[in-house]
């Protein structure tokens, strides 16, 4: 299990199978995320949204290509967190960056295999997001962000339930 006092403790794939940790992890993300995405929308610049939306259209063309699919997946959460405009939420992110890379990447390994969900529909929750935030509307942002992570929780239980019952 993860150390409570190591956040940069690395999450390997044998910590994947531990539904405590990845519960918990899950948790803290939804506590940040949507108070970042809500903060986002009251507070955001031009410039945050032209940086967004740079990052939406390189995770358009990372269709196919994992690796910087992972990376921009990373950036556009990062960048929520900046266009919060509270320093201490993109430092509370960076100091979780470890474990939410790991957990992402295999989230949408996970996601990208599974016949229900597909890399467009990673897009297209990422951009209810961005039009909330861009729309300044602090409500929707919540409900797209809570919807995103809920999502990513849904794909990481049934790979679990799937895991598990293989095991049996």
């Not at 031009?46 to 358009?60: P, R, S, T």
């Not at 890379?101 to 990673?122: F, N, V």
């Not at 951009?127 to 849904?154: D, W």
């Amino acid at each position: 299990s993860v150390p409570p006092n190591r956040l940069d403790f690395p999450l390997s794939t044998a910590m994947l199978s531990n539904k405590l940790d990845i519960a918990r992890l899950l948790e803290v993300r939804k506590i940040i995320e949507v108070g970042a995405a809500a903060s986002a929308a009251n507070n955001r610049t031009e410039q945050d949204i032209q940086v967004m939306v740079q990052i939406l259209e390189n995770m358009k063309q990372a269709h196919g290509d994992g690796e910087l699919g992972e990376k921009v997946d990373y950036q556009f959460h990062v960048a929520i967190a900046t266009a919060s405009q509270n320093p201490l939420l993109a430092t509370i992110l960076d100091q979780i960056s470890g474990l939410m890379i790991d957990t992402m990447k295999e989230t949408r390994r996970i996601w990208l295999y599974s016949k229900k969900t597909t890399s467009e529909q990673l897009y297209e929750e990422h951009m209810k997001i961005f039009l909330a935030i861009q729309q300044q509307n602090e409500e929707l942002a919540k409900q797209a962000m809570t919807s995103h992570l809920s999502n990513v929780e849904k794909v990481l239980l049934q790979y679990f339930e799937t895991t598990e019952s293989n095991l049996l």
